[in-house]
């Protein structure tokens, strides 16, 4: 089990320019989530899809945010144009929705948008 | 509506001495309950889980939780902590269908020497 794999580990980026973060959940898991953490306002829950259908997207900051996932396997967060206070780590986690699944996350990608 | 409280933000101990992180969750229903811990620049790893049966579980790294129904609680102890337990940790509750995940705020644990 390869876990959670996110890409890439790092971004830097000047403002305006448009940013694409990648997903491959855990073969098998069914829902996928989308995360961004910052010091000032913690964890926060952007979008969730249950069997690549969205869900919940209410946590998505703004018409520039963007989450797509064209199948079971991959997953994208695209953020156009990006912004400094985009700067965070976003992560993505995969889980099956019975019970016994907890979340299992990727290592992040921390985005730097000067 | 579900929620979680981590009652402390900021927690520091000294090597060796023991240790609790407090969590409480609000449900009308039936809920699963997590720890995560997060180590610096890393991504969120799961310490342990409840989902039903003896209310006391135990986890990765020497930790273990009480499930309180009682007081709605789920709090985190370990009875000696090292300098490697340094992190910070997620109370988390789930819906029975697993598809909706409540943080709480998370308590950052400073062991130190």
């Known amino acids: 089990d390869a876990g959670v794999i996110q890409s890439p580990r790092h971004e830097v980026t000047e403002m305006g320019q448009e940013v694409t973060l990648r997903c491959k959940p855990i073969?098998?898991?069914?829902?996928l989530f989308w995360y961004r953490q910052t010091m000032m306002r913690g964890l926060e829950l952007l979008i969730y899809f249950n069997n690549n259908v969205p869900i919940d997207d209410s946590g998505m900051p703004e018409d520039r945010f963007s989450a797509k996932m064209p199948n079971a396997s991959f997953s994208t967060l695209k953020i156009q144009p990006s912004e400094p206070r985009d700067s965070a780590v976003y992560f993505c986690?995969?889980?099956?929705?019975?019970?016994?699944?907890?979340?299992?996350f990727g290592n992040g990608t921390r985005l730097t948008v000067t | 509506a579900q929620s979680v409280t981590q009652l402390d933000s900021q927690v520091p101990v000294f090597e060796e001495a023991p240790v609790e992180l407090r969590c409480n969750y609000s449900?009308?229903?039936?809920?699963?309950l997590f720890w995560y811990v997060q180590y610096p620049n890393q991504g969120l790893q799961l310490l342990l889980k409840?989902?039903?049966?003896?209310?006391l579980v135990k986890g990765i790294n020497g930790f273990e939780a009480e499930f309180n129904k009682s007081q709605t609680s789920f709090h985190l102890r370990k009875p000696s902590v090292h300098i490697s337990d340094t992190a910070e940790y997620f109370c988390v509750s789930a819906l029975y269908n697993f598809n909706k995940f409540y943080f709480g705020s998370g308590t950052k644990l400073n062991v130190k020497p």
């Open positions: 073969s098998g898991h069914n829902s």
């Open positions: 986690a995969s889980s099956f929705d019975r019970e016994n699944s907890p979340l299992h």
């Open positions: 449900s009308s229903v039936s809920v699963y």
């Open positions: 409840y989902l039903s049966g003896s209310t």
